[in-house]
Nanobody, 126 residues
Framework: QVQLVESGGGSVQAGGSLRLSCVVS????????MGWFRQAPGKERETVAR????????LYADSVKGRFTISLDNAKNTAYLEMNNLEPADTGVYYC???????????????????WGQGTQVTVSS
């Protein structure tokens, strides 16, 4: 059974930083596309960043480029989202997700994510 567990959320002031972690367990596929998503109250979920487990350039939403960095530690089965210069607009519940098909990591993805974490709250105050 695949499980994803996020941690690292919290409350910070604008301009601050947080690092989210996502530990993946029970995953036996050889490759994966990992993604971070967020959902603000009253808004649809949006993709924040995606990365393929065996290399390639990560993809970011325009709103976070230059501020957020997605990375993977395959030895630890952990994905990270380093968030710097946080803005109130970054507030929301952040979810990590994993998908065996790398098509989920295409610039125009042709596959949705199968496995999801429970989410972690990030609140940025002005």
């Amino acid at each position: 059974q695949v499980q994803l567990v996020e941690s690292g959320g919290g409350s910070v002031q604008a301009g601050g930083s947080l690092r989210l972690s996502c530990v993946v367990s029970g995953y036996s596929y050889p490759r994966k596309c990992m993604g971070w998503f967020r959902q603000a109250p009253g808004k649809e979920r949006e993709t924040v960043a995606r990365i393929v487990s065996d290399g390639g350039s990560p993809l970011y939403a325009d709103s976070v480029k230059g501020r957020f960095t997605i990375s993977l530690d395959n030895a630890k089965n952990t994905a990270y989202l380093e968030m710097n210069n946080l803005e109130p607009a970054d507030t929301g519940v952040y979810y990590c997700a994993a998908e065996p098909s790398v098509r989920a990591c295409y610039p125009r993805p042709t596959r949705s994510f199968t496995y999801w974490g429970q989410g972690t709250q990030v609140t940025v105050s002005s």
